[in-house]
């Protein structure tokens, strides 16, 4: 009875999927090949974040070694197309194996952002989840597992990040 059960949920799973979700629209690709003049501190680590590609990719469509030292006032080549999931009428999805955010409104993409993501031992959550509260120029009250992590690593040991560029909660900005 029990398997006779879990088949009989199985295809009512699949036919509510099936019926209630819509179809996927025309593939999206969103970002450019554009070029990228070299800023003082600028590194090819700093400039794949900011974009959401690969260091080593940026290093290949350059001609580089991933090793390389920018020098300021060099170009690069950046090529930050990706493509978008299917729209959703409104929300944002992460797609976390491409490492970027999307947000729609009105079933339009109107914003992707690069985004970090978990580690091999602290992976990012999935799932469907709403947003309850929308903070500008957040304080980051570091987890306690971070703040080991600095310590283990001889690292200052911060409770808290105040706004600014070294704020993980407030990084990236809208592109």
Same mark, same amino acid.
């Given at each position: 009875?029990?398997?006779?059960?879990?088949? @009989?949920?199985?295809?009512?799973?699949?036919?509510?999927?099936?019926?209630?979700?819509?179809?996927?629209?025309?593939?999206?690709?969103?970002?450019?090949?554009?070029?990228?003049?070299?800023?003082?501190?600028?590194?090819?680590?700093?400039?794949?974040?900011?974009?959401?590609?690969?260091?080593?990719?940026?290093?290949?469509?350059?001609?580089?070694?991933?090793?390389?030292?920018?020098?300021?006032?060099?170009?690069?080549?950046?090529?930050?197309?990706?493509?978008?999931?299917?729209?959703?009428?409104?929300?944002? @999805?992460?797609?976390? #194996?491409?490492?970027?955010?999307?947000?729609?409104?009105?079933?339009?993409?109107?914003?992707?952002?690069? #985004?970090?993501?978990?580690?091999?031992?602290?992976?990012?959550?999935?799932?469907?989840?709403? @947003?309850?509260?929308?903070?500008?120029?957040?304080?980051?009250?570091?987890?306690?597992?971070?703040?080991?992590?600095?310590?283990?690593?001889?690292?200052?040991?911060?409770?808290?990040?105040?706004?600014?560029?070294?704020?993980?909660? #407030?990084?990236?900005?809208?592109?």
């Amino acid at each position: 009875m029990d398997v006779v059960f879990r088949l @009989v949920m199985h295809a009512l799973m699949a036919w509510l999927v099936f019926t209630l979700c819509p179809e996927p629209q025309s593939t999206v690709v969103t970002g450019a090949v554009r070029p990228y003049e070299i800023s003082d501190g600028d590194t090819l680590t700093s400039v794949a974040a900011r974009f959401g590609v690969e260091p080593r990719t940026l290093a290949r469509d350059n001609s580089l070694r991933p090793e390389a030292r920018l020098r300021t006032g060099d170009r690069l080549i950046v090529d930050d197309r990706h493509v978008a999931p299917p729209a959703i009428p409104d929300g944002v @999805v992460l797609n976390v #194996a491409q490492r970027m955010l999307f947000v729609f409104v009105d079933g339009e993409l109107v914003r992707a952002f690069p #985004a970090a993501v978990g580690k091999p031992d602290w992976a990012t959550p999935v799932g469907r989840f709403s @947003v309850l509260i929308k903070e500008i120029e957040p304080v980051w009250d570091v987890p306690v597992s971070i703040q080991q992590e600095m310590a283990r690593e001889g690292r200052p040991v911060l409770t808290t990040v105040p706004p600014g560029p070294d704020n993980p909660s #407030a990084a990236g900005g809208w592109r």
